[in-house]
């Protein structure tokens, strides 16, 4: 089993449509939370991160921690054609000799279509 | 432009044969990673490099060897490729201290291996 699950998707939504990302993770390690977005052929970028449990909006988008349960959301308001992406939710862990470990999880292809 | 810069994006090479990849980072970041992205999207860490100290060794075969010459450089070199090493190698860096604001990702090596 691996440490960060999440559907794979895809995920497909019309224009303006809210959309839900989550993940679950089993590593009570985990301390750091990030969304990251991936478009095709390119690199990972940062979406939002968050430490605590709770809400952390930007935007458009809306990041949730619930580490009681080990599950954390992307929301994603007013979705447009240019959110088509695949999404990465992504965790870092503090290493013991120093260091972090940024792990991902599988991503979920989104496409918002017209 | 401040980036994580990757080179060559693409690589497509026979069996058998060694390559390398080369990373430079231009943001002064003390930390530098790899990760291998499978033909799913999974993204998994390999190898992280602390101001040329690795920290991070994932298990990878013996066939892959990082360097880092300076903290702003980390190659990655590959001895006797075999077809499961194709997939997309991502460069990444971090600061020691914000690590938690996220790793910023080059755009990628695309390794094909015929």
């Known amino acids: 089993q691996k440490e960060v699950e999440q559907d794979p998707g895809p995920l497909s939504v019309p224009e303006g449509a809210i959309v839900s990302l989550n993940c679950t993770y089993s590593n009570s390690a985990f301390q750091y939370f990030m969304w990251y977005r991936q478009y095709s052929r390119k690199g990972p970028e940062l979406l939002m991160y968050t430490y605590s449990s709770g809400n952390k909006e930007d935007g458009r988008f809306t990041a949730q921690v619930d580490k009681s349960s080990k599950y954390i959301s992307l929301f994603i308001r007013d979705s447009q054609p240019s959110d088509s992406a695949t999404y990465l939710c992504?965790?870092?862990?503090?290493?013991?000799?120093?260091?972090?470990?940024?792990?991902f999880g599988t991503g979920t292809q989104l496409k918002v279509e017209l | 432009d401040t980036a994580v810069s990757q080179t060559p994006k693409y690589l497509v090479t026979q069996m058998g044969n060694d390559k390398s990849i080369k990373c430079e980072q231009n943001?002064?970041?003390?930390?530098m990673y790899w990760y291998k992205q499978d033909s799913k999207k999974f993204l998994k860490i390999m190898f992280s490099y602390n101001n040329k100290e690795l920290i991070i060794n994932e298990t990878v075969p013996n066939r892959f060897s990082p360097k880092s010459p300076d903290k702003a450089h980390l190659n990655l070199h590959i001895n006797s490729l075999e077809l499961g090493d194709s997939a997309v190698y991502f460069c990444a860096s971090s600061p020691v201290k914000g690590a938690n604001y996220g790793y910023t990702f080059g755009s990628g090596t695309r390794l094909t291996v015929v």
């Open positions: 943001l002064g970041h003390d930390t």
């Open positions: 992504a965790m870092i862990s503090i290493l013991t000799g120093g260091g972090n470990k940024l792990t």
